[in-house]
């Protein structure tokens, strides 16, 4: 039995390559059918895998607080100097910590606007002012050294932690630990240095910075140097700008619980702040949203995968019909020398599933390609898992068998002594 | 003819009816006819067009089956096999060799001679080995591999008689086997029936031409689909 299928496969490929241009047109439905499928599968997967990091970096425990610049009320021509008092304060903080239910920690952060300097190396990351428990609540891994400590807080000590980016950029080979960093006009011991992250994409680089990058001080120590006012010079104005506090992030003991103090997060800013100088972001909510982002564009692409599968089996279809009747005879001397139906629509299901799986695979080749190219020109991670070649593999396979079954039926079930009488 | 009634009865038709229906019309291709044929023997029908000669080789082949009647092949009666089992009795005891040759286009000289073994529920170990005697028998041994569009008529007719072979059928049929080629290259092929007429096997040959249907040991003749005569062919060339 398992030599005659053999056999009946290698007729199959026989009698294709007679017809080797027409065999081939017929597997391109079915080849872009199928890597549409791949490349679906992978991009999206890929995507999804992207948003779901970025969404777990900023903690789905947490709940996010962060000043917002309120928009200019006044766009004069002149060069001014103003003083712009917005965003969160320590009593928002105090607050935070204090009534909202099931809170585990609430975080302070403050950003500073100063340059950092290695030697001859400068740039202008990220400077956050924070405290230790910053590590714990957003789960970032150490590369080297350690994170801020209690004792550096208490001694307001001129210590800081870099970011990766922060810490390859001012010492590409050596390490930047136990080395004095200028930030601003003022010397400070690196302690530590983070691993890098995924960048994040609500991480949009602040004005001044060219280098996205972070760099870490204990909270007091940060407001014994800098204060609270900054000044940015944009667009030939000086701006003065007095923040206490650029970002609170508050843990919530349990998940369940998130949703709560999201709410009660945004009730008491509401009430204490007179204009919208502040956003509540909620990685949950974001996550769940990405999820349901990512749902509709599975959708849409299966459906577009879906039908140039449909299409690429009706193509075959319509080939097997067409060679159905240009074998007739074939069919009644086959019939005639003893083949009975099911030889016959064996004989030309194999054919389909020949066509169909040959469509297959050169699609999963296509299907791997696309992703490739696009996560080299357009950012975008594509995930291949090892099961979708396989499920491409199938669903080739199944079309074949699918929409062959008719056009083999037909010819099984052809009078012999008709079908030895067709031209 | 005495010694007919001895012989084993391979093929056995009892009033066996034809008809189809053209409308309000029915043509009647086979008439009552009830005729058998025996072992080893080597018989051409004849008749005007029309009369039924391809009806007949179709039902006796079964690949058609009577309108009534009984038809028995080696005594099975085969009225009541359903499709599966007329196959089979196809692929065991048929030997079909056509007009037009009919091999299958894709596949070379020995795959072509090895089909009706490919259909057989348990076909023989040896199916390689007969199927390469028999293309050498036909005297194309050096062509297994060549495919039908490189072989002459003659040639192709030759695969096709080792293709009717190589199940060691109980009859072999052929419609008009000599048809498509010329005079020179019919009696080679008629030569070859000769010799397996020789060594037994039982041979209908459907033929309009009178010298080709002289050379069986007897000519059945139709009008109408029915029996006009029974020839014996004294002048039948048999060394
Ligand atoms: N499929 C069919 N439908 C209708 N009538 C048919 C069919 N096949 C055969 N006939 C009729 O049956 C009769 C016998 O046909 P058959 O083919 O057996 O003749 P034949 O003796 O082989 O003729 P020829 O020498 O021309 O081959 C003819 O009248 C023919 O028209
Ligand atoms: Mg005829």
């Known amino acids: 039995m398992k030599g005659t299928f053999g056999r009946t496969v290698r007729l199959g490929v026989h009698s294709l390559l007679l017809h080797k241009l027409r065999s081939v047109l017929t597997t391109l439905g079915v080849t872009f059918g199928v890597s549409s499928v791949i490349a679906m599968l992978a991009i ?43 965003g969160l304060t320590d009593s928002d903080f105090l607050r935070a910590s204090t009534t909202f239910p099931g809170v585990k920690r609430a975080i302070p952060v403050r950003q500073l606007q100063q340059e950092v300097r290695l030697g001859m190396r400068a740039l202008n990351p990220r400077v956050l002012a924070t405290v230790p428990q910053y590590i714990q609540v957003t789960g970032r891994p150490l590369s080297e050294g350690r994170f801020l400590s209690d004792e550096d807080e208490r001694r307001v000590s001129n210590v800081c932690v870099l970011g990766y980016e922060v810490a390859r950029f001012l010492s590409p080979f050596e390490s930047t630990v136990g080395q004095e ?41 940060g407001r014994k140097w800098f204060g609270d006012v900054q000044v940015k010079i944009r667009s030939g104005s000086r701006d003065m700008e007095e923040v206490q506090l650029h970002e609170v992030i508050v843990e919530v003991e349990s998940p369940d619980n998130v949703l709560l103090v999201a709410s009660a997060a945004r009730h008491m800013l509401a009430s204490q702040h007179k204009q919208k100088d502040y956003e509540v972001v909620v990685p949950l909510e974001l996550m769940r949203q990405a999820e349901e982002t990512a749902r509709t564009w599975t959708i849409v692409l299966g459906a577009i995968a879906g039908i140039s599968l449909l299409v690429g089996g009706i193509g075959i279809m319509n080939v097997m019909l067409a060679t159905v009747t240009e074998r007739t005879r074939e069919i009644g001397i086959r019939r005639a020398l003893g083949a009975k139906k099911r030889h016959i629509t064996t004989q030309f299901l194999v054919e389909c599933v020949i066509l169909s799986v040959g469509g297959g695979i050169l699609g999963v080749g296509l299907g791997l390609l696309i992703p490739l190219y696009v996560e080299k020109n357009y950012d975008l991670p594509a995930i291949i898992k090892a099961t979708d070649p396989l499920l491409a593999f199938g669903i080739s396979a199944l079309i074949g068998i699918v929409f062959g079954l008719y056009p083999a039926w037909r010819a099984a079930n052809m009078d012999p002594v008709e079908a030895l009488r067709h031209e | 003819m005495a010694e007919r009634a001895q012989a084993e009865k391979v093929a056995e038709l009892t009033r066996v009816t034809r008809h189809y229906k053209m409308g309000t019309n029915v043509v009647r291709a086979l008439d009552e006819f009830s005729f058998s044929f025996a072992k080893g023997e080597y018989w051409s029908i004849m008749g005007s067009s029309g009369s039924g000669k391809s009806t007949l080789l179709n039902i006796l082949g079964c690949i058609d089956r009577p309108s009534s ?38 596949l070379n000289v020995l795959e072509n001679i090895l089909v009706p073994l490919f259909y057989q529920d348990d076909p023989p170990p040896d199916g390689e080995e007969r199927a390469t005697k028999l293309a050498e028998r036909v005297g194309l041994g050096s062509r297994l591999e060549h495919r039908p569009m490189e072989l002459s008529g003659g040639q192709q007719q030759r695969v096709a008689i080792a293709r009717a072979l190589v199940n060691d059928p109980a009859i072999v049929l052929a419609d008009e086997a000599t048809g498509n080629l010329d005079s020179k290259t019919a009696l080679e092929i008629l030569d070859l029936f000769d010799e397996l007429h020789a060594e037994g096997k039982t041979i209908l040959l459907v033929t309009h031409e009178r010298t080709v249907g002289q050379r069986a040991e007897r000519t059945l003749r139709l009008r109408d689909g029915k029996i006009d005569e029974v020839l014996e062919n004294r002048t039948g060339v048999k060394a």
Not at chain 1, 53 to 81: A, C, H
Not at chain 1, 194 to 210: H, I, K, Y
Not at chain 2, 76 to 102: K, M, P
């Open chain 2, 69 to 106: 009647g009984s038809y028995r092949v080696r005594g099975q009666e085969v009225s009541t096999l359903d499709d599966d089992e007329l196959s089979n009795l196809r692929s065991r005891d048929i030997g079909f060799v056509f007009q037009s040759y009919n091999l299958i286009p894709q």
């Open chain 1, 44 to 86: 999206g997967e890929g995507a999804a895998k992207k948003a779901q990091d970025q969404i777990r970096q900023l903690g789905s425990q947490n709940v996010i607080m962060r000043s917002v610049k309120p928009p200019d009320d006044v766009v004069s021509g002149r060069e001014t100097t103003r003083i712009s008092s917005y």
């Open chain 1, 181 to 221: 960093i200028k930030i601003g006009p003022d010397y400070f011991t690196c302690v530590g240095v983070l691993l890098p992250r995924v960048p994040l994409g609500s991480d949009q680089p602040q004005p001044g910075a060219d280098v996205t990058g972070e760099l870490f001080l204990p909270l007091e120590t």
